[in-house]
């Protein structure tokens, strides 16, 4: 059984960082990709950034780019989410997906991926 499970998120003012970090278990993830979504109040759920398990390519929303960084530790079989320079509108419930790779690039939809957590809540005050 498949289970992804968030942690660090929290409560940090503008201009700062936090690390999320995504715990995967259940099966192998070699051939898979990670991704980091993000879902702010009344509004739909959304691509952050993603990473290819082997290889560790790395994709990000336009939104994040040069502020956040995606990687993945294989011994310890975690996702992280380095984010910097938060901003306000970075505030949300951040998700953590996983996926099989299909040979392409990985798109920003939710529907493409089929493992879930429960989700971390960030906060950002100016």
């Known amino acids: 059984q498949v289970q992804l499970v968030e942690s660090g998120g929290g409560l940090v003012q503008a201009g700062g960082s936090l690390r999320l970090s995504c715990a995967a278990s259940g099966r192998t993830f070699s051939s898979y990709v990670m991704g980091w979504f993000r879902q702010a109040p009344g509004k739909e759920r959304e691509f952050v950034a993603a990473i290819r398990w082997s290889g560790g390519s790395t994709y990000y929303a336009d939104s994040v780019k040069g502020r956040f960084t995606i990687s993945r530790d294989n011994a310890k079989n975690t996702v992280d989410l380095q984010m910097n320079s938060l901003k306000p509108e970075d505030t949300a419930v951040y998700y953590c997906?996983?996926?099989?790779?299909?040979?392409?690039?990985?798109?920003?939809?939710?529907?493409?991926?089929?493992?879930w957590g429960q989700g971390t809540q960030v906060t950002v005050s100016s």
């Open positions: 997906g996983a996926r099989r790779y299909t040979g392409y690039a990985p798109g920003p939809n939710t529907y493409e991926y089929d493992y």
